[in-house]
């Protein structure tokens, strides 16, 4: 078994990554991902990703909020501390409207992005995933598990062919910024 994790090609033009993309596909030859400085529309249906599911955290993170507001206002106006102001009834919802309201967007927006932080293993002083600094630069990275495909002299051509300016195995799973 080689050292080699995992193949890497480079690109200049998103056109023709995309077209690198195709070649792979055609050959059926698995891309483990793609590396871009920029979004490219599309990509994401041409790889075969599902459909993201941070609305549905979202929608979640929103009705908690929404019930933390509403408890809390029973418990402080109601069971608490009920005040009569000006004969209105103890929980006068008109007026909590505001508040719940901001509760809502607050637990949705906090919990979306620690959803996102937790899915993406962003976390404080975690390495960062990158398989090339140039990726994030001006290169568009095909990257592929060497160790699922094991022609790799057939990868190679097929990414050179494709349009690939370069072509690097590499070894180490990450390259760290250090």
């Known amino acids: 078994m080689s050292n080699i994790k995992y193949i890497l090609g480079h690109f200049d033009d998103p056109d023709v990554m995309m ?4 070649k ?3 050959n059926r030859i698995g891309i483990y991902d793609v590396y871009t ?3 490219i529309h599309g990509i994401e249906n041409k790889l075969g990703y599902k459909r ?3 609305p549905i955290a979202a929608f979640c993170f929103g009705i908690t909020g929404t019930l933390a507001a509403i408890s809390m206002i029973y418990y ?3 069971y608490d501390w009920p005040v009569n102001i000006g004969g209105k009834p103890y929980l006068a919802m008109p007026n909590f409207v505001p508040v719940t309201f901001e509760l809502t967007v607050l637990f949705a927006a906090y919990g979306m992005m620690f959803t996102f932080f937790y899915a993406n293993h962003f976390f404080p002083g975690r390495a960062p995933r990158v398989m090339d600094l140039r990726a994030s630069n001006d290169r568009f990275v095909i990257a592929i598990d ?3 495909n094991t022609a790799h002299e057939t990868i ?3 990414l050179r062919d494709a349009g690939a300016v370069e072509v690097k195995h590499n070894e180490r ?3 760290s910024y250090e």
């Open 19 to 22: 077209h690198g993309i195709d």
């Open 24 to 26: 792979l596909q055609e």
């Open 37 to 39: 400085p920029m979004p």
């Open 52 to 54: 993201s599911r941070l």
């Open 76 to 78: 402080m106006m109601v």
């Open 146 to 148: 060497a160790q699922q």
């Open 156 to 158: 190679d051509s097929i």
């Open 173 to 175: 799973k990450y390259v």
